[in-house]
């Protein structure tokens, strides 16, 4: 179950409301109550603080930034792939093009298993389809994805060695 189903669950609980009655009082269908309980359908902000509205709470949401647990290593990669970020526009992205596929081809022979090959296919569709958008987002991403994604990244030998040099020292 989610966080916001257990959540909704947690309230409906606190109020004795079953989901027939939360469904008559707020206009929700039934089943999709028991979807959103059970995790089957994901529970939005907004639909969540309808719902926990209707038995007399709101939805509170509270944000601040966390520091990304990296090991040494995810951090170093996320630095030198963050300095090709804030080189990479369409310009760049069209001199390093070449370097960027035959990178890919020689991936593409080298490597075996999951999710290396996955992750492998995601950047040819994202080169092949000129996506600088989902690359920035690869190369600067701290979530699981992205990280994996630089494991497998073919934008190698795209710094200068001095650019790369700076980075490193940088990041310890």
Not at 95 to 114: A, K, S, V
Not at 141 to 156: A, K, Q, W
Request: proline fraction near 2%; include cysteine.
């Amino acid at each position: 179950m989610s966080g916001r189903g257990q959540l909704l669950q947690e309230v409906m609980r606190e109020v004795s409301i079953t989901q027939s009655e939360l469904s008559r009082v707020s206009g929700v269908r039934q089943p999709s109550i028991s979807q959103f309980l059970s995790g089957k359908v994901e529970l939005s902000d907004e639909q969540l603080d309808r719902l926990l509205s209707c038995m007399g709470y709101r939805l509170e949401v509270t944000r601040r930034s966390v520091r990304a647990d990296l090991t040494r290593s995810e951090w170093r990669s996320w630095r030198l792939h963050r300095q090709l970020s804030s080189k990479l526009t369409q310009s760049s992205f069209q001199r390093w093009r070449p370097t960027i596929e035959r990178n890919l081809d020689r991936l593409q022979r080298d490597l075996r298993g999951q999710p290396h090959l996955r992750n492998l296919d995601r950047w040819t569709s994202l080169v092949q389809s000129g996506d600088l958008t989902g690359m920035h987002r690869v190369l600067t991403g701290l979530d699981r994805d992205s990280i994996e994604m630089r494991e497998v990244t073919p934008m190698r030998g795209l710094l200068s060695q001095a650019e790369r040099s700076d980075v490193l020292q940088i990041a310890g």
